[in-house]
C-alpha cells in the first residue's frame, strides 16, 4: 500500500503526520518527496547505504582565457543571469536556466554547458524500516523527475525488503513535484489547516486529485484554533463527497517531539494526537483492506 501525504499548502504539518505514519509499524518504507526541502532526514538519521547523483538540466560556463568580454551573451540572456563585474562576464548559476543561447551566439565560443549534478538521490535504513529521500541542489530544476526517481527506489526497497506498505511524504502545492508523487498511489492524504487559505488551497488540491481518480482523505490540522473554519471545511468535504480521516488538535507537544528528532507518536504516544494519528491510519489500511 502506498499512502502519499500532501497539502496544498506549507506549514500545515504534513511532514508531522508523515513522520507519525512511518513509527506507527516496525517494518516500512519511507520515501521523502519534497525534495525542494526535504526534512524527515534531520528526525529520522538514516544510513546511507546508497547515493546516487541526479542530473538536474545543464549550466553556462565560460572559460576566460578564451572570452573577449565582447558583452554579446550579456545583452542577449533573458534570464538576466549573465553580468559584467570587475570588466569580466560571469554568470549566475542560480539564474542561468541552461537554455543554451549564450554558448550558440559566443563569437568566441567560450561558453560551454556542463550538467547540474550536485542534487543528490540517497538511500538506507532508519528505525522504522528503510528510507529514501532526494535533495534538489538550489536553482536546479526538474523536480518531478527527481520524485520519481525517489518512488521507484522505494519501490525496490520494499519488493527487496517484503515491505507491504510505503508512505510518501509529498511536497506543496500542486505542481509537477506533487503530480510525480500522487500518480498510482492507493490513498492521498490532504493535510489542511483551519484558515482561509487551507481552504482556498485545499479546494485546489482537491481538484488536482479528481483528476487522478484517487481515493482521497483529508485531515484538519489543529482545527481547535478556528473550529468556524473547520467547519466550513468539513462542509466543503461533505459537498465532495470527500471522506474526513480525522481532526487533530492543536498540541505544543508535537514541536517538542520534531525539535527532538521524534514524531509524536515516539514522544507523547498517549497524547490525544498520537491516538487519533493511530486511528486514522488504521482506518486507511482498513479502507485498502
Given at each position: 500500500?502506498?499512502?502519499?501525504i500532501?497539502?496544498g499548502?506549507g506549514?500545515t504539518g504534513?511532514?508531522?503526520i508523515?513522520a507519525?505514519?512511518a513509527t ?18 534531520l528526525?529520522?538519521?538514516p ?7 541526479y ?9 576566460y582565457?578564451?572570452?573577449?568580454n ?18 569580466k ?5 542560480i ?12 563569437p ?7 550538467n ?9 535504513t532508519?528505525?522504522?524500516?528503510q528510507m ?7 536553482g536546479?530544476?526538474?523536480?518531478g523527475?527527481?520524485v520519481?526517481?525517489v518512488?521507484?527506489?522505494a519501490?525496490?526497497l520494499?519488493?527487496e525488503n517484503s515491505?507491504?506498505n ?5 511536497p ?5 513535484a ?12 490532504i ?5 482561509i ?6 479546494k485546489r488540491?482537491l481538484?488536482?486529485?479528481?483528476k487522478f481518480n ?10 481547535d ?5 473547520t ?7 461533505s459537498?465532495?463527497?470527500v471522506?474526513l ?15 527532538n528528532?521524534k ?8 497524547s490525544?494526537?498520537a ?15
Amino acid at each position: 500500500m502506498e499512502i502519499a501525504i500532501i497539502s496544498g499548502k506549507g506549514g500545515t504539518g504534513k511532514s508531522s503526520i508523515s513522520a507519525a505514519f512511518a513509527t506507527l509499524t516496525s517494518n516500512i518504507v519511507l520515501a521523502d518527496c519534497d525534495v525542494d526541502a526535504a526534512n524527515l532526514y534531520l528526525i529520522f538519521n538514516p544510513t546511507h547505504s546508497e547515493e546516487q547523483v541526479y542530473i538536474a538540466g545543464q549550466k553556462a560556463v565560460v572559460d576566460y582565457s578564451v572570452c573577449s568580454n565582447c558583452g554579446l551573451c550579456a545583452n542577449y540572456c533573458r534570464f538576466n543571469a549573465i553580468h559584467f563585474k570587475s570588466e569580466k562576464v560571469e554568470i549566475d548559476e542560480i539564474s542561468c536556466d541552461g537554455c543554451q543561447l549564450c554558448s550558440h551566439i559566443c563569437p568566441e565560443s567560450a561558453i560551454t554547458m556542463v550538467n547540474n549534478d550536485r542534487s543528490r538521490m540517497y538511500s538506507g535504513t532508519f528505525r522504522n524500516g528503510q528510507m529514501v529521500y532526494g535533495r534538489l541542489a538550489p536553482g536546479e530544476e526538474n523536480s518531478g523527475k527527481l520524485v520519481n526517481m525517489v518512488r521507484e527506489k522505494a519501490k525496490i526497497l520494499a519488493k527487496e525488503n517484503s515491505i507491504k506498505n510505503i508512505i510518501i511524504d509529498g511536497p506543496p502545492g500542486i505542481g509537477c513535484a506533487v503530480i510525480s508523487s500522487i500518480t498510482g498511489v492507493n490513498h492521498v492524504v490532504i493535510v489542511t489547516e483551519p484558515t482561509i487559505s487551507g481552504l482556498h488551497d485545499l479546494k485546489r488540491t482537491l481538484e488536482v486529485v479528481s483528476k487522478f481518480n484517487l481515493k482521497a482523505w483529508v485531515i484538519i490540522n489543529k482545527y481547535d484554533l478556528n473550529t468556524e473554519m473547520t467547519s466550513q471545511i468539513e462542509l466543503h468535504c461533505s459537498e465532495l463527497g470527500v471522506s474526513l480521516a480525522g481532526k487533530l488538535p492543536f498540541d505544543s507537544a508535537v514541536v517538542d517531539a520534531m525539535v527532538n528528532c521524534k514524531s509524536i507518536i515516539e514522544w507523547s504516544p498517549n497524547s490525544i494526537v498520537a491516538k487519533e494519528i493511530e486511528n486514522i491510519f488504521r482506518r486507511i489500511q482498513i479502507e485498502f483492506s
